[in-house]
């Protein structure tokens, strides 16, 4: 098992440097003076000269290149050119909101998903099967902003059970869980919609498998060929879904964040983005690969723990 | 994936639709398509005022005989601002998804049938891609090529283009097998006919099904993209815009917010069955079942 | 055999493909799919290749056709050197010569009527177009035997053997000199067999085509060629024509295939074979003769040195002790 983490590890360099190497392009690459762009049309060549050389846009790329890519593999995001500080600081200080959110919306949506999905398999074609497509297709239409806005207008307008405001006072947890319900929730349901589709048609699958079908010729009660037999093998899949779908859920918390006002780097890319802050956006997308490229890692691992096969 | 790829001919496009719309959930999808599409083509002839025209009097007017879904904070028709903002979604969505079809599609075509290490250098890139939150590609994008209608079919095409690739190369890695692509090349047929001719109308399928589906994607990204302010530039009316500056007026006016809400999950919802329709009508292994 | 007379001469042909396979430890093998083949097939000859599943058949045929490079050797048609053909000079080739393939299902694309796949060649070449490619079309049918309205159906519409007519008649349209076979008809019931053979037959004769005939069937061959090689593991064990290397075989591994196949006449069928082991693969041959893990009369000298080419009448054999 160690080997085969190891392995993984050596074999996630590649993309690592590849996904750095595509952020650095994509933000040199693209038509525009970034300088223009920070300083607006009417800036002196004087000042535009100054911040090129403060950006190092005015060195050869391959240096700016190697220069990127030395600090980034020591952790070394740079400074921001809007705060002044350094760029790991401020996306330190926002990435454990992001986590926590994307964390307990992956919960919710498997803790929904995956019976829903197993309960929509069992009952293939009957009415609880057609109600959970049509749930599932709904929550894969709800763009985040819009689910979260809608919950917003209900619970928080309308009913009053929870804050407009979702930025939880530092070190009150029981605030910080009651502000964190809403955001989770929006993110969750769409979690929900994909593993819902995933476990139904996975379980499908297995349970029209040979030996699930030897083990209820042999009287295997119907409730052991279910969860021993039939789910540990459906959830293969799955986990591979839920790896995937980190991708997703990183972006979709960008947006729930702004909906629910809440820290996080949702709110620092936005910032980075409209106050054309370029250092900070490398960084931020370094650490959003870095957290993809880790999360599949962990898919990867957990996928060797589940399936045997993976191991040897 | 080989007996979708290498299905007969003509699984006769009238059979096809006929299973489609004979489904009342896809049936359903179709028509709240057909909604939206009808709204934006005849926007200029339902839309009861200019979108564009302020009255500061009746600015935040709630939804009455006057305003049929009231004003925003400039005193502009609700209504009309969302089927002129019908026109972005679908033009934004379908080029966007449209060009990732065909370069992504390309691209996969490409690199499956030349395969080697050509293959595995393209396929590791676009793996790069995708792993990449689309959302955030898109928001970068965007934002370093400034917010215009083209710049952002450009940027919502870039996150779409590697699943294309992925979708377009995986049937194409069967297909080439096949010895009907040896004896074209034994006929002298060039690599550009024979990808044309005898390998593209066998995937084109798999290709508009999964189109689609992600243009939907491309509906919410748009309206994401519009709602975070990089969209297209105000006062364009756009539905995720109109989310935006309903959102700042929450607290008194939620109407602003729910009726461009509902517009989105319209189109959405409705690209969503008809893709899943389209995916149970094209599989035979779901056809099986 | 003069040079004139010669249509297609193969020398020292040889085509090995690397294969990685497995995770975490990759290996790396090397198939000897075809380790220096040669023939020579004359102008309206019927030359027969035979061996079993996997002894590098198909991949010879390829080569020959310069559908794959190989890597060694070279193929010379009518002159024109086809390895390293390129442009208008591979064009023209194409036109000169054909391939008909073991399995009618696939070698037609599905998507595409009869009439296209005739008319689509004819196209590509500037044979004719539109009415008159029409026509050529509907006559190809016409001269493999099926009818007209065959021209606006798609293969599924017909059955194995009629697939199997529709690929020659492709073959045909561009009017080639030589057509490879490679197992024409292992893929049909044998009732449909006979026909499409003797459909073969028939166009040889009519068109004065030169065949290269693929197939592990002795009796096909022995029926439709006049000369014959046999190959085993990638190489040509022993060649000449079909009555002498049928009739006397002089190498044992044409023995054990000639006793194996089932030959109408119980008079020449001799003992039933001895099948000593596997089949060898050509990714790990044995050394000294490929054959003598399998041989009857394997010697120690067999295990250890490559047997040379011996030339003999008109045939040759690559054997240490060949029978007489
Ligand atoms: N593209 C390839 N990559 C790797 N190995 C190959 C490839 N093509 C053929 N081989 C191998 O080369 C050997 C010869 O194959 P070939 O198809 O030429 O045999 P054959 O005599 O035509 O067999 P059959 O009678 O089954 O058609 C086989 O061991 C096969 O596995
Ligand atoms: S060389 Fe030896 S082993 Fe090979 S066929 Fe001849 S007798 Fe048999
Ligand atoms: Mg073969």
Redesign the interface.
């Known amino acids: 098992m160690i080997?085969f983490i190891i392995?993984r590890l050596l074999a996630s360099i590649p993309t690592l440097l590849a996904v750095l190497t595509l952020v650095f392009l994509l933000v040199r690459v693209v038509p525009g003076d970034p300088a223009i762009a920070i300083l607006g049309d009417r800036a002196t060549p004087e000042t535009l000269a100054a911040l090129r050389a403060e950006l190092g846009l005015d060195r050869w790329i391959g240096a700016q290149y190697f220069d990127f890519l030395g600090h980034a593999i020591l952790g070394d995001l740079g400074t921001s050119m809007v705060t002044h500080r350094p760029v790991w600081t401020e996306i330190a200080e926002a990435l454990p909101h992001t986590i926590v959110l994307t964390l307990a919306a992956m919960a919710i949506g498997c803790l929904i998903g995956i019976p829903a999905g197993v309960w929509a398999a069992l009952n293939r074609n009957g009415p609880v099967d057609v109600l959970t497509r049509l749930l599932s297709l709904l929550g894969l239409s709800f763009p985040v902003f819009v689910s979260g806005i809608f919950l917003l207008i209900v619970f928080a307008l309308q009913l009053h059970l929870f804050p407009v405001i979702g930025n939880p006072r530092p070190g009150d947890w029981i605030d910080g869980l009651h502000k964190l319900v809403l955001p989770a929730v929006t993110l969750g349901v769409v979690m929900a919609a994909y593993v819902v589709r995933v476990t139904r048609s996975s379980m499908l699958q297995v349970l029209g498998e040979d030996y699930i079908r030897t083990a209820r010729a042999k009287g295997v009660p119907r409730r052991a060929i279910i969860w021993r037999h039939g789910l540990s093998n459906a959830l293969i899949p799955v986990v591979t879904v839920v790896g995937l779908y980190v991708g997703i859920l990183i972006g979709n918390s960008v947006l729930t964040e702004i909906v629910f006002n809440r820290p996080g780097l949702g709110k620092v890319i936005v910032s980075a983005l409209t106050k054309r802050d370029y250092t900070m956006l490398q960084g931020m997308m370094v650490i959003y690969c870095f957290l993809i490229v880790v999360v599949n890692l962990i898919t990867d691992i957990s996928y060797g723990f589940i399936d045997p096969r993976v191991k040897q | 994936m080989t007996d979708v790829a290498?299905?007969?001919?003509?699984s006769s496009w009238r059979v096809m639709a006929g299973r489609l719309l004979s489904d009342p959930v896809t049936l359903a999808g179709v028509i709240l398509c057909a909604i939206v599409l009808a709204g934006a083509l005849l926007a200029p002839w339902l839309a009861p005022r200019d979108p564009l025209e302020q009255n500061i009097i009746d600015r935040l007017a709630g939804p009455g005989s006057e305003y049929l879904l009231g004003t925003d904070q400039f005193g502009r028709d609700v209504l009309s601002r969302l089927l002129w903002g019908a026109r972005i979604s679908l033009l934004v969505s379908f080029l966007s998804i449209a060009s990732a079809v065909v370069v992504g599609g390309a691209i996969g075509m490409v690199s499956g049938y030349i395969g080697g290490r050509f293959d595995l250098v393209t396929m590791q890139v676009m793996d790069v891609l995708l792993s990449f939150p689309s959302l955030i590609l898109g928001m970068i994008m965007v934002a370093l090529l400034g917010s215009s209608v083209t710049n952002l079919i450009i940027a919502i095409s870039l996150t779409a283009i590697a699943p294309f690739a992925r979708i377009a190369r995986a049937p194409v890695l069967v297909i080439k097998e096949?010895?009907?692509i040896?004896?074209g090349?034994?006929?002298?047929?060039s690599h550009l006919?024979i990808l044309l001719?005898?390998v593209l109308?066998?995937i084109v399928t798999d290709l508009l099904v999964m189109g689609t589906l992600w243009m939907a994607t491309a509906v919410r990204t748009e309206a994401s993209l519009s709602f975070i302010g990089l969209g297209v530039k105000p006062p364009t009316p756009t539905w995720g815009g109109m989310m935006r500056d309903g959102f700042e007026n929450i607290l008194d006016s939620a109407w602003l917010c729910i009726w461009p809400g509902l517009a989105i999950l319209v189109l959405v919802l409705g690209l969503n069955l008809v893709g899943d329709g389209l995916c149970d009508v094209t599989d035979p292994k779901a056809n099986a079942q | 055999m003069s040079a004139s007379h010669t249509l297609l001469e193969v020398r020292d042909l040889a085509k090995h493909f690397t294969v990685t396979k497995g995770f975490?430890r990759p290996v790396t093998t090397t198939v000897r799919a075809v380790d220096g083949v040669g023939f020579v097939v004359a102008r309206g000859e019927a030359f027969g290749l035979v061996g079993e599943s996997g002894c590098g058949k198909s991949t010879a045929a390829?080569a020959v056709?310069g559908?794959i490079p190989p890597d060694a050797g070279h193929v010379r048609f009518a002159e024109i050197d086809v390895t390293g053909a390129r442009g208008s000079m591979?064009?023209q080739l194409?036109?000169r010569m054909?391939?008909v393939?073991?399995?009618p299902y696939?070698?037609?694309?599905?998507?595409?009527t009869i009439g296209q796949a005739l008319t689509?060649?004819l196209g590509?070449?500037g044979l004719a177009r539109g009415r008159a490619a029409r026509e050529r079309a509907i006559a190809l049918l016409e001269e493999v035997g099926l009818p007209p309205s065959a021209y606006d159906r798609?293969p599924?519409e017909f059955s194995g053997g009629q697939r199997q007519r529709v690929?020659i008649a492709?073959a045909l349209s561009?009017e080639p000199e030589l057509i490879v076979a490679d197992e024409p008809v292992s893929a049909l019931d044998v009732s449909v067999q006979a026909q499409v053979l003797l459909l073969l037959k028939d166009l040889q004769t009519r068109r004065g085509l030169a065949f290269v005939f693929v197939s592990h069937d002795l009796g096909v061959v022995r029926w439709f060629c006049s000369r014959v090689a046999v190959m085993y593991l990638g190489r040509i064990v022993e060649t000449g024509s079909v009555s002498s290397v049928f009739g006397a075989p002089r190498h044992p591994y044409t023995r054990m295939l000639r006793d194996a196949s089932p030959i109408p006449d119980p008079a020449i069928r001799g003992q039933l074979p001895r099948i000593v082991g596997e089949i060898p693969s050509a990714a790990n041959p044995p050394a000294g003769c490929h054959f003598h893990p399998r041989c009857p009369r394997a010697s120690d000298l067999c295990r250890t040195a490559f047997p040379e080419w011996r030339a003999d009448g008109d045939g040759a054999v690559a054997c240490h002790h060949p029978e007489d």
């Open positions: 080997a392995r | 290498l299905s007969e001919p003509r096949r010895a009907f040896e004896a090349r034994a006929l002298g047929f006919r001719v005898h109308p066998n | 975490p390829r056709l559908l591979l064009q194409r036109r054909q391939i393939f073991q399995d696939s070698s037609l694309n599905p998507r595409r689509e060649p590509v070449h798609h599924h690929g492709r561009v």
